[in-house]
């Protein structure tokens, strides 16, 4: 089973059902289909062979949809870049993952432009709407390219995407996903999540991240439509679980905290339609998630789990939220229990298990671990030890096999799903002439989860505000 078995399967079956609707754009499973086809191509057009690296730098659109698909057709690994981050911060990883063509939407292509002269291996640029300059257009880049499959055998072992991650060490790491860990973990989230032909799944959370394109891929293999917002916008987000007939969707609990306290009449809206709400990538608290599950009267699933865990070890099902409203709160606290075929416990310093309620290392193993980090066999030795991932969370296991999170191993701030690594803001903050010395931790916030704050040291007679 490759990602994109799922796409043809679906156009197959349902050619005319919407594939993914953005703004006025409708676009078939069919029209998804030949499209990804085309961009399948051009990538091999572009020198492309089986297990080579391409960049993607957009925000949430149906063209970074289709990469993934028409990457998987011909073994090329989708780099997905974090649009948040600094145009160094991209060279680093553009460079690490030794990638032959770069692909940007037009608005973020001249944030690019520092570094661009720097690029070691990319020999292509394509921005994917508008103009660019010193960029190919999209239309240019997919000209000509026909709408029948490549001559690829792309098999299970195959990488799918590579995605970059922090984690606790700093500098960004490329962790390699499979065809087969990816769509493991696919099967794993269709028993959970349900669904049906021509649902809407609303796709807000951005794309470069491991739960918003496990959520895309999740959508597309039951036959769902993607209803997809490039930005995130609480007031729209809000309009669209009322108003577009949204069955389910992912949203961090940052993206929680924020339609219920910036929409005025959140509560007073109807969600008919809202089957399901997914939640995870930092930290919720009880009161956010109560109050959620008040106003939107859905299902909710919380997800736990890591970009080198593709995206999710452990669920915390429906049946735990209702058991937590009918009197077990505690539940809420949670992380929930273990994926088909995945296995997760709790070790000391030595890797031995510990029983129930002893606090030690999360560590997990299954079809869904990544095949360790590009080029870097050290910390890949370092993260997975006898085929077990440590995941540097401090946790413990309930008499009923719940997982619950104690606290980090490392310093590392989850911010709004995003990994904050302390170092690099202290980094940014001692450029200042005035800062002598700075320290820089993560504290509790209700809406972000985790957010940075920074004690700093004047040098002498220096004055500066906070802004």
Known sequence: ????????????????????????RHLSYEEA????????????????????????????????????YAASRVGAVTVPLNY???????????????????????????????????????????????????????EDFLAGQPETPPERDIQPEHDVYQMYTSGTTGRPKGAII??????SQLHQGVMAFGGSPGERALIVAPL????????????????????????????????????ERIGFSLLVPAMIQFCLVAVPDVAERRYDDLRLMVYGASPISE?????????????????????????????LFPEDHRRALAGEPKLLLSAGRPLLGTEVRVVDAADSPLPPGEIGEIVGRGPILMNGYHNRPDLTAKAIRNGWLLTGDMGFVDDEGYLHLVDRKKDMIDSGGMKVYPRDVEEVVARHPAVAEVAVFGVPDEKWGETPVAAVILHGGAQIGAD
Not at 92 to 102: E, Q, V
Request: aromatic share 10%; proline share 2%.
């Open 33 to 68: 289909r030949r499209e990804s086809l085309r961009i399948a191509h051009a990538l091999v057009a572009s020198g492309l062979e089986i297990g080579d690296r391409f960049a993607v730098l957009s925000k949430n659109s149906i063209e970074l949809a289709l990469i993934y």
């Open 208 to 243: 470069y991240h491991a739960a918003a394109s496990l959520m895309t891929f999740s959508a597309v293999q039951m036959g769902g439509t993607l209803y997809i917002q490039s930005d995130f916008d609480p007031a729209e987000v809000v309009r669209a679980l009322s108003e």
């Open 287 to 315: 009161a956010t998630l109560s109050q959620a599950m008040q106003v939107f009267q859905c299902d909710f699933i919380q997800g736990y789990g890591m970009t080198e865990t593709t995206a999710a070890l452990t669920y």
């Open 1 to 24: 089973m490759r990602l994109h078995d799922f796409l043809d399967y679906r156009a197959r079956q349902q050619p005319d059902i919407d594939f993914a609707v953005l703004g006025d």
């Open 178 to 183: 499979t065809q087969r860990s990816l769509c």
């Open 84 to 138: 948040r981050l600094a145009p160094r911060e991209w060279q680093f990883i553009i460079d690490d993952a030794g990638a032959k063509l770069l692909v940007a939407q037009a608005e973020l292509a001249d944030a690019l432009a520092p570094v661009r002269d720097e690029l070691s291996d990319v020999k292509r640029f394509v921005a994917t709407d508008g103009d660019a300059a010193g960029w190919e257009r999209w």
